[in-house]
C-alpha cells in the first residue's frame, strides 16, 4: 500500500474516531432539561399565589434570582405568611425568602381600596382589567390545558364561552372568573368536549 494510501486511511480513521466521539460528547448535553426560566418561575409562582384562597386578596411580590424566590407584602396572619411562602416552594426553587410582613390592618385597608372600585394593587376594576385577569387566570391553569374559552366583560358581569375538556376544567373556568376581583356574576356557556 502506497505511503499516501495509508496516510488518507489513517486520517479517515482518526476523523471517524473525532467525529463518534463528538456525538457521544453531544448526545447526553441534547438529552438534559433545561432549567425554567427565572421569569417562567416568577410567573408561576405569582399564578399560584393569586389563585389562592389563602392568600390571593393580598398584594404579593415575587422576585426570583437563580432557583431562589424572594417573598414581599403584607398578609393579615402568620398562617397566611407560611402559606405564601409554601407555595412559592415549586419545582426549580430552592430557597424561599420570605420576608411579607404581618399586619393585622391589612384587611381594612384591602376593603377600603375594594370600596373606590380599585384593585389590591391600586388598579381601577374595570371590565378590560376583569377580561384580562380572567384570561390570565386560565393561561395557567393545567385543567384547561387545550381549551378554548372567548372571555367577555360587560359592567362587571363576566360570560364564557367555548370549549373545554372536561367538566372538572369548566368548573374551574368559573370558579377562577367568579374569584375575580370586581366580578359580580359569571355567565358561562362552555361545551365539554375536544377542541
Not at 441534547?30 to 426560566?37: H, I, N
Not at 381600596?113 to 393545567?142: L, N, P, Q, R, Y
Amino acid at each position: 500500500m502506497s505511503h499516501s494510501m495509508s496516510l488518507v486511511r489513517t486520517l479517515g480513521l482518526a476523523l471517524l474516531v473525532v467525529g463518534t466521539a463528538s456525538l457521544a460528547m453531544a448526545a447526553p448535553q441534547e438529552l438534559v432539561a433545561k432549567a425554567p426560566s427565572e421569569g417562567f418561575l416568577k410567573d408561576r409562582i405569582e399564578y399560584r399565589l393569586e389563585t389562592s384562597p389563602v392568600v390571593d386578596a393580598y398584594d404579593l411580590k415575587v422576585k426570583v434570582d437563580a432557583s431562589t424566590a424572594w417573598l414581599r407584602g403584607k398578609v393579615a396572619t402568620s398562617d397566611q405568611k407560611a402559606e405564601a411562602g409554601r407555595l412559592a416552594e415549586i419545582d426549580g426553587i430552592s430557597k424561599v425568602e420570605n420576608d411579607i410582613v404581618v399586619d393585622k390592618n391589612v384587611d381594612r385597608t384591602l376593603a377600603e381600596k375594594a370600596k373606590t372600585g380599585m384593585t389590591k394593587t391600586g388598579e381601577a376594576i374595570t371590565d378590560t382589567w376583569i377580561t384580562t385577569k380572567v384570561k390570565w387566570f386560565f393561561v395557567g391553569e393545567d385543567l384547561l390545558k387545550g381549551a378554548d374559552i372567548n372571555v367577555d366583560t360587560s359592567n362587571h358581569v363576566v360570560t364564557l364561552k367555548g370549549t373545554v375538556r372536561t367538566n372538572a376544567g369548566r368548573d374551574r373556568a368559573v370558579a377562577l372568573a367568579t374569584r375575580t376581583g370586581g366580578v359580580h356574576r359569571v355567565v358561562y356557556e362552555l361545551i365539554i368536549g375536544a377542541n
